[in-house]
């Protein structure tokens, strides 16, 4: 997620034991603990350590073969290439088949992959991208300077519907051929974070072969250089990957060379929480993600389990105010509403205390983050005194605020994949009612949840956006991104915040995109949340994560930086 200025987040201190991780993919794994010490060792952030399968804690040496059932509790994709819009959901899966041109570590350094070496015109507007002459997908087609140019072509051609991918090469205005394996790409205007874009499976190489076929058979069986390739999709129910026997192109954290040991991953969708962790329990799954925080503290107190959880970057799992309709066109109604929720009751009540509160829009691990307890803290006092100052002082029959005859009031949509449960709401409700304020719940479909949120119906809205840089504040809060990507589609802004505040942050945030000086941008992006925690344009919660549940001779899974999504390239099966 982003991170702030003026400084970084202290690690915690790495003697403690904890199932929290850095996204390099290393863990510290305990078992069979006691549920009270799993609360405290899950509240923790994320810290250093080594897997039980690099260590050999297990006493076994890996063993080829086997097939791993994972449950995942997203829904489903409507599409495996995450090309094509660009979703969680996609990244999870496809990240066992797709590569990226660079790889970022923990601390933000892009790394080779793909791609051998890069090179940046003086005025930094051209980048030259040289990739491996040796690599090959997995449908024959050579990886070369035409894939990256056929890539980019298909993200920006409308019919592939792409927003993820869309937005992060928005800048690219054209992409020629220097030589067989060295593309130039021409940007429109600088862009500092375009190595970070193009180290997300959002930005993958596909083959440019595959492509070719179109975007209704690409997203049955994308084709990449991964550990794993799409045997089958049967769709709501499974998506069948078999190992790549010619696999050579690892991740630099990987455990080990050559292809995976896994032979087969039967990945199955399972949105119903209690379902799938009874399966993990019953070993017919052999993991699962989406682990609820009582389901973390069952595992940790059952030797036959194990968990792995880690924070995600980018903008955090927030409460984004609609600022094109009232009540909230008044930012004074937008602070008292955050001053007048417990945030911090509502995660120590709901979560078990197993996720840390945000004071940020960036994530934790997010470059650049800023916490800003302060601004974000209850405050019920302050909250009355804003509503009063914005005119709301007349109160109703049932003790909610009222304007010119108006209840004060709004409506929040809701949808579980969103991670923002109905009962963390209905605190909040209780909390608002207290000052005045008529919380509304509406539970949404994902159908009809996208479908409000595209057409601005809504006064709150649970959202994240996964990115591996802060430069993910340009997109969710620079006011450019206020219209659909596609026509009554997708809309990266979710506040609609316009006029000289908007400016102000617009202004901010484009010069912290384009500075070629790395401690200016980091000024820049601390001043540009300075001035987005000003205008309350959204209520930060906690860190998006990913938390997994699995059996205890699973052995070897890993978080793959930067987005922290689970790979299975060095999981093997210790059931011999």
């Known amino acids: 997620m982003e991170n702030r200025q003026p400084a970084y987040q202290a690690p915690p201190d790495p003697t403690v034991r904890s199932r929290y991780r850095r996204t390099d993919g290393t863990t510290r794994h305990t078992r069979a603990l006691a549920a009270t010490m799993a609360v405290l060792a899950l509240a923790l952030s994320a810290c250093g350590g080594t897997s039980r399968a690099d260590t050999g804690a297990s006493g076994g040496k890996p ?20 090309i094509v819009s660009g979703n969680v959901p996609q990244a999870l899966v496809s990240t066992q088949y797709l590569e990226p041109l660079f790889f970022q570590n923990d601390d933000g350094d892009i790394l080779p992959w793909l791609a051998t070496r890069w090179k940046w015109s003086k005025d930094r507007l051209s980048l030259d991208i040289t990739v491996r002459d040796d690599v090959h997908f997995t449908d024959g087609q050579q990886l070369n300077a035409q894939t990256i140019i056929d890539n980019v072509a298909y993200i920006k051609d409308p019919k592939t519907l792409s927003s993820t991918a869309l937005l992060a090469v928005e800048k690219v205005a054209s992409v020629e051929k220097v030589d067989e394996f060295t593309a130039r790409l021409h940007l429109s205007e600088r862009d500092n974070a375009l190595l970070e874009h193009f180290s997300q499976v959002w930005l993958p190489i596909q083959s440019q072969k595959a492509l070719a076929r179109g975007a209704d058979a690409n997203c049955l069986s994308p084709v990449g250089t991964g550990p794993f390739t799409v045997q089958r999709w049967d ?14 192109t690892p991740p630099p954290t990987a455990g080990h060379t050559g292809p995976a040991y896994l032979d087969k991953i039967i990945w199955r969708f399972l949105p119903d929480h209690a379902a799938r962790f009874a399966a993990l329990q019953s070993g017919e799954i052999d993991a699962i993600d989406v682990l609820q925080p009582q389901n973390a503290v069952a595992a940790d107190a059952d030797p036959a389990l194990d968990t792995l959880i880690g924070s995600r970057p980018g903008h955090v799992v927030n409460l984004t105010f609609n600022t094109t309709t009232d009540p909230f066109e008044d930012v004074r109604v937008r602070e008292a509403f955050v001053r007048s929720v417990d945030v911090d009751a509502a995660l120590k009540s709901i979560f078990m205390g197993t996720v840390p509160r945000s004071n940020s829009v960036l994530s934790s691990i997010t470059k650049y983050n800023v916490q800003e307890p302060a601004v974000y803290s209850t405050d019920v006092e302050k909250a009355n005194r804003l509503l009063d100052q914005a005119g709301w002082t007349a109160r109703d029959a049932e003790g909610y605020r009222s304007k010119d005859g108006k209840r004060l009031g709004t409506t929040v949509i809701q949808n579980d994949s969103i991670l923002v449960p109905v009962s963390v709401l209905e605190q909040f409700q209780a909390s608002a009612k207290a000052v005045g304020f008529d919380l509304r719940i509406s539970q949404e479909e994902t159908s009809s949840f996208n479908a409000r949120r595209y057409s601005w119906d809504y006064g709150l809205s649970p959202l994240y956006y996964t990115k591996n840089s802060p430069s993910v504040l340009n997109i969710v809060y620079d006011s450019a991104h206020i219209p659909s990507v596609i026509k009554g589609g997708y809309h990266a802004n979710n506040n609609g915040l316009t006029g000289p505040a908007a400016g102000k942050i617009d202004g901010a945030l484009r010069a912290a995109a384009t500075t070629g000086d790395e401690h200016a941008r980091g000024r820049l992006y601390a001043r540009a949340q300075q001035l987005i925690d000003a205008q309350y344009l959204s209520l930060p919660i906690f860190d998006q994560q990913t938390r997994l549940g699995f059996r205890a001779d699973v052995e070897g899974v890993k978080l793959l930086s930067p987005l922290g999504m689970p790979t299975f390239y060095d999981t093997w099966l210790d059931r011999s």
């Not at 769709?235 to 050579?248: A, H, I, M, P, S």
């Open 235 to 248: 769709k709501q129910q499974e998506v069948v990957l078999t190992r790549n026997e010619d696999y050579g």
């Open 63 to 82: 063993v080829t073969g086997g097939t791993l059932t994972f449950a995942t509790g997203d829904v489903e994709p409507a599409c495996l290439d995450p």
